[in-house]
């Protein structure tokens, strides 16, 4: 049975860091993602990587965010820094058994999903 189980959310004043971790049951994925949602807005993908180790962000959290994945634990992390009070949100480890770079930050691309870790920061 897979499962995708994400840690390391808590509150964090501005410009702090947090670092969250997702542990993943099952056989070693291809693409595998963080995406958050924040109160009243659609999930967004905040960082994706590939088999290959090909990285995706998007422009609000470049720089700030960093993905990196264990494949021989099947763990995948996300460090983020200098965060900010628009981070706030509930942040998904996704996963996927296909690889596609071009769909790493694609919500409807992943098969499977955690239940989420909050992160809230405050001004």
């Known amino acids: 049975q897979v499962q995708l189980v994400e840690s390391g959310g808590g509150s964090v004043q501005a410009g702090g860091s947090l670092r969250l971790s997702c542990a993943a049951s099952g056989d070693t994925f291809r693409n595998m993602a963080w995406f958050r949602q924040a109160q009243g807005k659609e999930r967004e993908g905040v960082a994706g990587?590939?088999?290959?180790?090909?990285?995706r962000y998007p422009d609000s959290v470049k720089g700030r965010f960093t993905i990196s994945r264990d494949n021989a634990k099947n763990t995948l992390d996300l460090q983020m820094n200098s965060l900010k009070p628009e981070d706030t949100a509930m942040y998904y480890c996704a996963a996927d058994y296909r690889d596609n770079w071009s769909l790493l930050l694609h919500v409807d691309y992943y098969e499977y999903w955690g239940q989420g870790t909050q992160v809230t920061v405050s001004s």
């Open positions: 990587m590939d088999s290959g180790g090909y990285t």
